[in-house]
């Protein structure tokens, strides 16, 4: 599919990440007024609760853009979003009959504010990047035993806390946890020391579901894709995590980026999970090409300085689709809410600099990486901002993520003071 032109000149580079090909949805404010959902066209956003009000858009018979989540509109079924999707095509598609009445809907992306796009219903964390499972499993239990037994054959996961996921632009605390270093007899409660990112991407369900559903169903039940960063607590992880795994670790904040971009605009890169050892079991059976080809990279700034690049990878480097994920997270019979946000699990290519984690880029604090200001680092420092960003590259067009952003603040000198 070539780039589809739209009336919004911004929307028409090949390298701009929101051409009409894209149409991401995202909840956004002005100056202080209400949040409300639109979607982005070039360097603009179109205001959907307006364009609702004045009958621009349809898609109930009670307006569902006027709130700041995109829940309602998930809630009402996959019929609703592929219209949804057909009439905002119209809308702003080159030559529309529409522009006119659309025009006064546009407002400025430079001038908005960027929200939360949905109400996390519950929040579910993966493994199920098979580089970065393989690099912390050596780092941890030798080569011979990096994969658990269960790794090729079930997506690895827990339970995190939808009260923990937070929007792109959100201040990270760094946070203070109980930890115990090798050679100390006893633990202590100190600031983390070994704070950390996660480069992941975010499967949004849409459609609820209660029982065990196919890898298919599941397919179809995933609304759209966030970028993710998982912040990672990692000296307080390793003391933590055996035997039910990490809790506080990973309970600071999880970021994910403002726009969710929908199934349709990713469907023409789709791409083959990789090759296995093992076939699945039949009820997590591949059901066509299940990942897609999305440029991933993460950049670290120190405070007040340039950016470096840590790491380049790539979303088709999972072992196991978001489908997958969720169909296994349904076996037991867990009910599934729209709004639930699944975890990619770290997602780290073969070579060193396709790494999605300092845990992996220092091999453990061991190897100081360089940054381009000439300073080193193993772990987050105080002050550093992390960038994710993504971007599938189509035949003259490209469907970006925008960006996913966080600052590391200072722990609090005493996190009971009060
Ligand atoms: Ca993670």
Redesign the pocket.
């Given at each position: 599919m070539p780039l589809l032109k739209s009336w919004v000149a911004s929307a028409n580079n090949a390298d701009h990440p929101f051409p009409l090909n894209n149409l991401p949805y995202g909840v956004f404010s002005t100056n202080g007024t209400e949040e409300r959902c639109g979607v982005a066209i070039g360097d603009s956003i179109l205001d959907l609760a307006a364009a609702e009000e004045a009958g621009l858009v349809t898609v109930c018979d009670i307006p569902v853009f006027d709130v700041p989540y995109w829940n309602d509109l998930m809630d009402l079924g996959s019929e609703a979003w592929d219209a949804l999707r057909a009439r905002l095509t119209e809308i702003l598609a080159e030559g529309s009959a529409d522009q006119a009445a659309a025009e006064p809907f546009l407002v400025p992306m430079a001038e908005a504010t960027l929200h939360m796009p949905i109400v996390v219903s519950e929040y579910t964390?993966?493994?199920a990047g098979r580089n970065h499972a393989f690099n912390v499993g050596t780092m941890f239990r030798g080569p011979e035993n990096a994969l658990p037994p269960n790794w090729l054959h079930i997506p690895i996961g827990y339970n995190g806390r939808a009260s923990s996921v937070v929007v792109s632009g959100t201040d990270i605390r760094r946070p203070w946890g109980q930890l115990k270093s090798p050679d100390q007899e006893l633990p202590a409660f100190l600031p983390c020391r070994r704070f950390d990112l996660?480069l992941?991407m975010g499967a949004i369900v849409g459609t609820a579901s209660d029982g065990p559903i196919t890898v298919q169903e599941a397919d179809d039940n995933i609304f759209g894709y966030v970028l993710l960063n998982?912040w990672?607590a990692r000296d307080i992880q390793a003391w933590e995590y055996q035997p039910l795994g990490p809790f506080q670790a990973?309970a600071t904040a999880t970021s994910i980026s403002p726009w969710i971009i929908t199934k349709p605009a990713l469907e023409p890169f789709r791409t083959d999970t990789p090759a296995r050892e093992f076939e699945l079991l039949d009820h997590l059976k591949d059901c066509g090409p299940m990942l897609y080809d999305i440029d991933l990279a993460v950049t670290l700034a120190p405070e007040g300085k340039d950016a470096t690049t840590l790491a380049k990878t790539n979303y088709k480097e999972m072992y196991y689709s978001a489908a997958q994920q969720l169909a296994h997270h349904t076996t037991s019979g867990c009910p599934m809410n729209v709004g639930d946000l699944l975890?990619s699990?770290?997602i780290s290519g073969a070579t060193k600099p396709e790494r999605g984690s300092l845990l992996e880029l220092s091999w453990g604090g061991k190897e100081p990486i360089s940054l381009d200001t000439g300073e080193t680092r193993t772990f987050l420092e105080d002050g550093d901002t992390l960038t994710l960003t993504g971007a599938a590259k189509g035949d003259g067009y490209t469907i970006g993520f925008g960006t996913c952003t966080g600052t590391v603040l200072p722990a609090l000198k005493d996190p009971y003071a009060r």
């Open positions: 964390d993966f493994y996660e992941e998982d990672s990973k975890g699990g770290t």
